[in-house]
């Protein structure tokens, strides 16, 4: 197997999950503003009412266009799945340049003729390769929905542009520091700080300069389909190789394994670890802290935009149908808005509860389960005491989102109570759990396909719900859909039999993962 099969291996299934949905999403979008407005009297006026709110624009980009189809599509979907790609590649980028060194597989490619520089080239060319196959699928399914097809191609062009320039930032961060999971947060805080200047500039119509300073920002200046222009793909295309440069530049001027700006200094602890659940506690901390630092933000936004969404609602009776078929319940309120955006963190928290059982069988192909394990902790005991950390991280995160929602609410003169935000958030928690417990099931009992099982299932799930609802499928289609069950609290009262069903569901499962991971042997790589 030469070199570029092998980092292909470890980028495809990520790279075609990610297409796929990036062409559901597409084709979904064309299909629903078509069917919410069918006529230009009802786009005109759709795209009067969202030039009057600044916080969409901050939120979902500049309104051109929004009046057709591919103007709509491109505000709509565009930056949002340009960061989408982008986050996705650089963890990518991070897992197969930075992790490989973690694990010791690039000594072994470095063992061969193969220099540095060209596995790094290598390597960026294959994440770039993933790029392109997500650029093909997003120009396919605007083609195939009616659009231009000079226009779908640019269309494909903008969303992979977050691709290959944060996967070229984490090239970067992966020779400066010595960690995937540092180099994977330092090129994260870039993605997010471009994404604030974006919102920054398109919220205000005094900072629509800092635009320029952001990828993002020249990515949606592309208007694939309003006003067409090469000139910011040019912009992106020199960054990016610029970034490749220097990252193979550092590469040559460091060893194997280390980091250019040398390991972390720990302080010493005042009290050592004595177990599984306090080790398996101080490695989560760090994911935790991030994930919760954007969930915070995120829910912030949706409760500050709670104001502006209810007047919008009001005033696009045809958007509020298409959330009612999708939903089941209205958003023309502060608390039916707020229900509805809790459904959205159901789907991040089961996402979460998923990356827990991932991260389990990464510690197991990487062998560092042996280790414990051959220390003197029973197999059970590990696999548990990830369980409980696992629980208490989310019961943690469906807190910190209902205090953001409830902060960001309150914030823009929203009249929404803390006890509703957290009834609302921890609402959403069995559903949460229902999908972790899958993710358990698999990895005990198919441990290579714990990923396909823990993002999968939930992407799956949320998809039935969104196309199914949105195209009128039968009642049973949409019930196959854990999220469908979820009653709409605070707008109503919980569904307290949904909730125990999935409970139940989630406790089977997690115990027959836990029997079936006892009675396999561990599964390296």
Same mark, same amino acid.
């Given at each position: ?43 005109? *006026? ?24 591919? +103007? ?5 979907? +565009? ?13 990518? #980028? ?104 974006? #919102? ?111 007047? $919008? ?22 608390? +039916? ?76 003169? *929203?009249?929404?109570? $803390? ?84 409970? *139940? ?21």
């Amino acid at each position: 197997m030469n070199l570029t099969r092998f980092a292909w291996r470890q980028v495809w299934r990520g790279a075609l999950i990610w297409a796929a949905v990036a062409a559901i999403v597409v084709a979904s979008g064309i299909a629903a503003f078509e069917s919410a407005y069918p006529t230009a009297a009802s786009r005109e *006026a759709f795209a009067r009412s969202i030039a009057r709110l600044p916080a969409f624009q901050a939120l979902y980009g500049r309104t051109i266009g929004v009046d057709t189809v591919g +103007g709509f599509v491109t505000w709509r979907y +565009g930056d949002l799945m340009t960061v989408v790609v982008g986050l996705w590649a650089l963890l990518a #980028a991070t897992r197969i340049l930075r992790g490989d060194e973690e694990t010791g597989r690039a000594e072994s490619l470095l063992g061969g003729a193969a220099s540095p520089r060209r596995v790094l080239l290598t390597e960026l060319c294959v994440v770039g390769a993933g790029c392109g196959l997500v650029f093909l699928a997003v120009a396919l399914a605007a083609g195939v929905g009616g659009l231009p097809l000079g226009g779908s191609l640019l269309f494909g062009s903008l969303v992979a542009t977050g691709g290959v320039v944060f996967g070229a930032v984490a090239a970067v961060t992966s020779q400066l520091v010595d960690t995937r999971r540092r180099a994977a947060g330092w090129a994260g805080a870039v993605l997010g700080a471009s994404y604030l200047l974006r #919102a920054l500039a398109d919220g205000s119509s005094d900072l629509h300069w800092l635009g320029w300073l952001t990828p993002l920002g020249w990515a949606e200046r592309i208007e694939p389909f309003t006003g067409p222009s090469l000139v910011p793909i040019a912009a992106v295309a020199a960054l990016s190789a610029v970034l490749v440069g220097a990252a193979a530049f550092l590469r040559e001027r460091r060893d194997t394994g280390a980091g250019l700006l040398g390991a972390r200094q720990h302080r010493r602890r005042v009290r050592p670890i004595r177990s599984t659940l306090a080790l398996d506690w101080s490695l989560s901390t760090g994911a935790l802290v991030a994930w919760s630092s954007g969930v915070a933000i995120a829910m912030f936004v949706m409760g500050y935009l709670t104001r502006d969404i209810v007047r $919008f609602a009001h005033d696009n009776p045809a958007i509020e149908d298409q959330i009612t078929k999708i939903y089941g319940y209205s958003m023309n309120s502060a608390v +039916g808005f707020l229900s509805l955006a809790f459904g959205v963190v159901a789907l991040v928290l089961a996402v979460f509860a998923g990356a827990q059982m991932v991260s389990a069988r990464e510690e197991e192909a990487a062998g560092r389960t042996d280790t414990v394990v051959v220390a003197g902790t029973s197999r059970a005991r590990w696999l548990v005491a990830r369980i409980a950390v696992a629980l208490v991280a989310i019961a943690a995160l469906a807190l910190v989102a209902a205090l953001g929602a409830w902060a960001g609410a309150n914030v823009s003169g *929203a009249s929404v109570g $803390f006890v509703d935000a957290v009834e609302a958030s921890f609402n959403v928690v069995p559903a949460a759990l229902l999908f972790g417990g899958l993710a358990v099931l698999a990895f005990g009992a198919l441990p290579r396909a714990t990923t396909y099982v823990a993002f999968g299932a939930a992407a799956v799930a949320y998809l039935i719900q969104v196309v199914a609802g949105l195209s009128g499928a039968p009642g049973w289609l949409i019930d196959l859909s854990p999220f469908s069950h979820l009653a709409p609290v605070p707008a109503t009262p919980v569904n307290t039999g949904a909730m125990l069903v999935m409970l *139940a569901v989630a406790l089977a499962a997690s115990a027959l993962g836990l029997a079936a991971f006892r009675r396999r042997d561990l599964a390296s790589g």
